[in-house]
């Protein structure tokens, strides 16, 4: 099957798609568009693009034909606002996170941004087996305050207790990838989807670290093969309220 399909009886010939193809690979053939596929990339630009709706991405399921919400339509000033108010959460309610949250979550780091479309990310939803996980995380931070390495120097004052790593909090996802860039975009999305609806999240670096350096918490994990732990969302209900935001250097910025 291929992965991207035009139907000709549909296609009007007005080359949007062409103009707007990625991996340029679009062509006007007698008045139709075509298609090559030894590039593609299936980012769906073409798809997104026809006014028609002629184009149909075939390797997909449950492709649904529905309509952008262009950004400009939020309030900037309050956008920019409610982005200044974000905060990193370490005090949770005793209050579950439902699945449907959760799922919204993970749908909106689904549609991030990625280089090629290589969506080279997967997410890894710990509840059930959360207070394991940070049991054995706290067991080798503990040892790493004795070790003598540069390590232990960072963390060796820290009061490291049974919440160090997840703070009492109902769910982590663990964001692992290939690489770190499309990871981190993820990540971004999901937390700004998670504010939104609410909740607070803490990116967990400690636990990352963990997980990289001890091969037992990276296997409980069961991250795919060759993906590695990239960020770690801490998400719960706040218990705290920030009355004021604090404020920032200036940005350093260069015009040429």
């Given at each position: 099957?291929?992965?991207?399909?035009?139907n000709?009886?549909?296609?009007?010939?007005?080359?949007?798609?062409?103009?707007?193809c990625?991996?340029?690979?679009?062509?006007?053939?007698?008045?139709?568009?075509?298609?090559?596929?030894?590039?593609?990339?299936?980012?769906?630009?073409?798809?997104?693009?026809?006014?028609?709706?002629?184009?149909?991405m075939?390797?997909?399921?449950?492709v649904?034909?529905?309509?952008?919400?262009?950004?400009?339509?939020?309030?900037?000033?309050?956008?920019?606002?409610?982005?200044?108010?974000?905060?990193?959460?370490?005090?949770?309610?005793?209050?579950?996170?439902?699945?449907?949250?959760?799922?919204?979550?993970?749908?909106a780091?689904?549609?991030?941004?990625?280089?090629?479309?290589?969506?080279?990310?997967?997410?890894t939803?710990?509840?059930?087996?959360?207070?394991?996980?940070?049991k054995?995380?706290?067991?080798f931070f503990?040892?790493g305050?004795?070790?003598?390495?540069?390590?232990?120097?960072?963390?060796?004052?820290?009061?490291?207790?049974?919440?160090f790593?997840?703070?009492?909090?109902?769910?982590?996802?663990v964001?692992?990838g290939?690489?770190?860039?499309?990871?981190?975009?993820?990540?971004s999305y999901?937390?700004?989807?998670?504010?939104?609806m609410g909740?607070?999240?803490?990116y967990?670096?400690?636990?990352?670290?963990?997980?990289?350096?001890?091969?037992?918490?990276?296997?409980m994990?069961?991250?795919?093969?060759?993906?590695?732990?990239?960020?770690?969302?801490?998400?719960?209900?706040?218990d705290?309220?920030?009355?004021?935001?604090?404020p920032?250097?200036?940005a350093?910025?260069?015009?040429?």
């Amino acid at each position: 099957m291929k992965p991207i399909t035009i139907n000709p009886g549909l296609c009007i010939g007005c080359g949007k798609c062409v103009e707007d193809c990625v991996s340029e690979k679009l062509g006007i053939v007698n008045g139709k568009a075509q298609f090559m596929y030894e590039r593609c990339i299936q980012c769906g630009h073409c798809f997104a693009i026809c006014p028609m709706g002629a184009v149909s991405m075939t390797a997909y399921e449950n492709v649904e034909d529905i309509k952008p919400l262009n950004m400009s339509e939020f309030d900037s000033d309050k956008l920019l606002l409610a982005m200044k108010s974000r905060r990193s959460v370490r005090q949770f309610r005793n209050k579950e996170v439902s699945d449907e949250m959760i799922e919204k979550i993970i749908e909106a780091g689904r549609y991030c941004p990625t280089g090629t479309n290589a969506q080279d990310f997967s997410f890894t939803v710990v509840r059930d087996t959360l207070p394991e996980l940070e049991k054995e995380a706290v067991k080798f931070f503990r040892l790493g305050q004795k070790a003598a390495t540069p390590f232990s120097g960072y963390i060796k004052n820290m009061t490291i207790d049974e919440h160090f790593f997840f703070k009492g909090a109902p769910v982590v996802i663990v964001v692992s990838g290939k690489g770190d860039t499309s990871a981190c975009l993820a990540s971004s999305y999901m937390e700004l989807m998670a504010e939104s609806m609410g909740l607070g999240v803490l990116y967990s670096g400690f636990f990352v670290a963990a997980a990289k350096l001890n091969r037992k918490i990276s296997a409980m994990l069961e991250l795919e093969k060759g993906h590695s732990p990239v960020t770690t969302l801490v998400i719960g209900w706040p218990d705290v309220e920030y009355k004021r935001i604090p404020p920032r250097n200036k940005a350093k910025v260069n015009y040429k």
